[in-house]
């Protein structure tokens, strides 16, 4: 089976049931993906199977820090998924700032963010899709997050922290697209 195909399997089988609104968002952000393969070429089936995943570690059976890139990555890894495909899924949407709030840098080390078009596009998938799987912009999606979780909150200090940083990330996707489109 080709890495599409098996990254869709995998997000079903952990997230489906347990989780639908998670699978939801997750389908959305792929449905994304498949919109900017012109911003990553031949990496496109590599970010598709990244943003299926990308939520991975939230799987109830599959948390073992609380941290869903970290828990993730690491059920993915003991899978032999693609080390790139681990990594991103370790790195998205500049998990490094959370990983420090949580205490949890040095665990999320081993994983390397290679901080290229790939992960650029990803972040901005998941930046840009709602946790119901529909299209939306950065900044509602920025907004939806905070009220969710609340003022004060680990996560609402961590998108605070990581807001320029996402932002960029689309920015350079939206160029290498408008570079492409001529």
Same mark, same amino acid.
């Given at each position: 089976?080709? $890495? %599409?195909? &098996?990254? =869709? @399997?995998?997000?079903?089988?952990?997230?489906?049931?347990?989780?639908?609104?998670?699978?939801?968002?997750? +389908?959305?952000?792929?449905?994304?993906?498949?919109?900017?393969?012109?911003?990553?070429?031949?990496?496109?089936?590599?970010? @598709?199977?990244?943003?299926?995943?990308?939520? %991975?570690?939230?799987?109830? *059976?599959?948390?073992?820090?609380?941290? *869903?890139?970290?828990?993730?990555? /690491?059920?993915?890894?003991?899978?032999?998924?693609?080390?790139?495909?681990?990594? $991103? /899924?370790?790195?998205? !949407?500049?998990?490094?700032?959370?990983?420090?709030?949580? #205490?949890? @840098?040095? @665990?999320?080390?081993?994983?390397?963010?290679?901080?290229?078009? %790939?992960?650029?596009? $990803? &972040?901005?998938?998941?930046?840009?899709?709602?946790?119901?799987?529909?299209?939306?912009?950065?900044?509602?999606?920025?907004?939806?997050?905070?009220?969710? =979780? #609340?003022?004060?909150?680990?996560?609402?200090?961590?998108?605070?922290?990581? +807001? +320029?940083?996402?932002?960029?990330?689309?920015?350079?996707?939206? !160029?290498?697209? +408008?570079?492409?489109?001529?």
């Amino acid at each position: 089976m080709s $890495l %599409v195909p &098996w990254a =869709y @399997e995998i997000s079903r089988q952990n997230l489906s049931g347990t989780l639908p609104r998670r699978w939801a968002h997750v +389908q959305g952000v792929a449905l994304k993906a498949r919109t900017l393969t012109a911003a990553v070429g031949d990496d496109a089936p590599l970010l @598709e199977a990244a943003a299926i995943l990308h939520d %991975v570690g939230y799987a109830p *059976h599959l948390a073992k820090t609380g941290f *869903h890139p970290l828990d993730g990555a /690491v059920y993915l890894q003991g899978l032999a998924a693609p080390d790139r495909l681990v990594h $991103l /899924v370790a790195h998205h !949407s500049c998990a490094v700032r959370e990983a420090r709030l949580r #205490g949890l @840098e040095r @665990e999320l080390a081993p994983f390397h963010d290679e901080e290229g078009p %790939v992960r650029d596009a $990803l &972040w901005m998938c998941d930046l840009t899709t709602t946790p119901d799987g529909e299209p939306t912009d950065f900044a509602s999606r920025v907004a939806e997050i905070k009220e969710r =979780y #609340g003022p004060g909150d680990l996560v609402t200090v961590f998108i605070d922290s990581a +807001q +320029q940083d996402l932002s960029d990330a689309i920015d350079r996707t939206n !160029s290498r697209l +408008q570079e492409i489109a001529g």
